[in-house]
């Protein structure tokens, strides 16, 4: 679990099993209303399903991080209300089932000649700072795109963002 960028989750029905990662907790532990925005000046569809009661703050960054949490997300579907303390038979249910799961997936096939490169933060989420990491998706060798230019004379990382603005 350590040094993960994102948790795991499994839901079956209704419920939910969820631990987040360490290294960004406050983007997996339950809906908040994005910073910057006045919850008073606009309407989210979501409060319609959380009773209207939207977070406002930072999320807590402990709970779900090092145990299970469980929720019932057709009651709860802004994962407020932490059941697996009252239900551990179920939150050991479906443990097991994301862990047969996890050993039949497929491992991540790493790109050949390419690698992930820097963002800024403004093209995937407005209200961060500094560059995000993309996978490479763009072209795999330098002449796919530039066939004038040598390999060794390109910046990759600004190709790749004039291409996708």
Known sequence: QTGRTHGD???????????????????????????GEDMNNTHYAIAERCDGALRVGNANTTECATDWCMF???????????????????????????????????????????APIAVPNSRWYPGANGSSWQPCDGPMTPHATHPEAPADDLNWEQMFIEAHV
């Open 9 to 35: 989750a499994f839901v079956l029905g209704d419920l939910k099993v969820i631990r987040t990662a360490q290294v960004c907790p406050q983007d997996e532990n339950g809906w908040h209303v994005p910073p």
């Open 72 to 114: 019932n997300i057709s009651a709860d579907a802004c994962e407020y209300r932490n059941l697996a303390a009252e239900r551990p038979q179920d939150v050991a249910r479906l443990v097991a089932l994301l862990r047969t799961y996890q050993a039949t997936a497929v491992p991540d096939i790493e790109p050949q000649g390419c």
